[in-house]
């Protein structure tokens, strides 16, 4: 199949949209990002060529200084509290997690508002009070507790939980560009336009229309690079879509 065989189930869903009058809302999520580094100047640069708003998630204790100064003069990119420092302390075999249940919770909340204070502090001009999971995993546990650390706003990935909106408004992500568990480099684009297109059929029948699209800079091979760059092509040429800002969706 060419690339422009690949992209068309989207073009068509796009124009659906539009045809009908509705607009579906894009908006793009990219996890840890702790100093200034070429991945990162690329996906700036993508984000301002086609004016897509990014939110970095950014581990509070990685990063420091030069991200901060980097960042300055960025119009389009956003900040979020990805957890503290991306530790795993889940035992061997378990999912991956830093919010899990393995610690004590006033150990976890601490260093979740020591995580917050520190994201506030350095980027007082990008920061939005999310709290982005690492691996998108917290136990329920900590989540009554999040208001109080002055977090607003959630992003985990997949449908939303009834057991974490209770607690707090959710702004997940849906589409996963990477393949994790196999190749680990950006998954099959014609399997990712698919999932697309999937996820804008379902919101176009529940009159829902957000959806969020997850990227890692500093893991992207070519391919993943080449996925991005041809979705943002795609669909800032139509009037069915728009990318939004998370500032925007909380
Ligand atoms: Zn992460």
């Not at 980027?123 to 136990?139: C, G, K, M, Q, T």
């Not at 099959?188 to 999937?198: K, S």
Request: proline content about 5%.
């Amino acid at each position: 199949m060419t690339e422009d065989a690949v992209w068309q189930p989207l073009r068509d869903e796009l124009s659906r949209w539009e045809n009908a009058g509705r607009n579906i809302q894009f908006w793009l999520r990219d996890d840890d990002a702790v100093e200034p580094t070429d991945a990162l100047e690329r996906l700036l640069a993508l984000s301002n060529n086609y004016a897509v708003p990014v939110l970095l998630a950014v581990i509070p204790s990685l990063t420091g200084r030069p991200l901060a100064d980097r960042l300055k003069s960025e119009k389009l990119a956003a900040v979020a509290t990805h957890g503290w420092s991306h530790q795993n302390h889940a035992g061997n075999g378990e999912k991956k997690q830093e919010l899990g249940p393995h610690r004590a919770l006033e150990t976890v909340l601490a260093e979740l508002e020591e995580g917050r204070r520190r994201i506030q502090d350095l980027f007082p001009e990008h920061a939005l009070s999310i709290l982005v999971p690492p691996w998108n995993r917290i136990d329920t546990s900590v989540l009554p507790h999040l208001h109080s650390l002055k977090f607003t706003a959630l992003s985990v990935f997949g449908p939303p939980k009834h057991s974490q909106t209770q607690h707090i408004p959710v702004v997940n992500t849906h589409i996963d560009l990477m393949d994790w568990h196999g190749t680990r480099g950006c998954r099959d684009h014609a399997e990712l336009v698919a999932e697309i297109v999937n996820e804008m059929r379902h919101r176009f029948e529940y009159g829902e229309n957000m959806i969020g699209v997850l990227a890692h800079h500093l893991v992207h091979d070519a391919s993943a690079w080449v996925f991005l760059t041809t979705l943002f092509e795609t669909t800032v040429e139509t009037g069915g879509c728009r990318w939004v800002s998370a500032q925007e969706l909380i």
